[in-house]
């Protein structure tokens, strides 16, 4: 069961409990609709869209000059300022 399974800190990931993880974002005071779409591309195993958002959405952020250790289902995603896990709910 992974529809429901979005990358989020313990607190959040409370927080969202059982409703649909991209419901409960676009409520949240931090959401942003180019993560969303990361988190989209996430889901949907496309990496590198992943980053390539996420580099939009935080231009700060740099490319690793490392290649990927994390599988596609245990990536750290930023939903809102930090790097978390990926929960089940």
């Known amino acids: 069961m ?3 399974c979005v990358p989020a800190c313990l607190a959040c ?3 969202k409990s059982d409703a649909d993880a991209f419901e ?6 931090f959401y ?3 993560r969303a779409m990361a988190i989209r591309a996430w889901m949907d195993g ?3 869209l992943a980053m390539r958002l996420l580099q939009w959405a935080n231009p700060q952020l ?3 000059r490392e290649p990927q ?5 245990s990536a750290p995603i930023p939903l809102h300022g930090g790097m978390f896990q990926p929960q089940a709910a």
């Open 2 to 4: 992974t529809e429901n």
């Open 13 to 15: 990931n409370g927080h």
């Open 24 to 29: 409960w974002y676009r409520r949240q005071r």
């Open 32 to 34: 942003d609709p180019r």
């Open 46 to 48: 496309d990496l590198r």
């Open 62 to 64: 740099q490319p690793q």
């Open 69 to 73: 250790r994390h599988t596609p289902a």
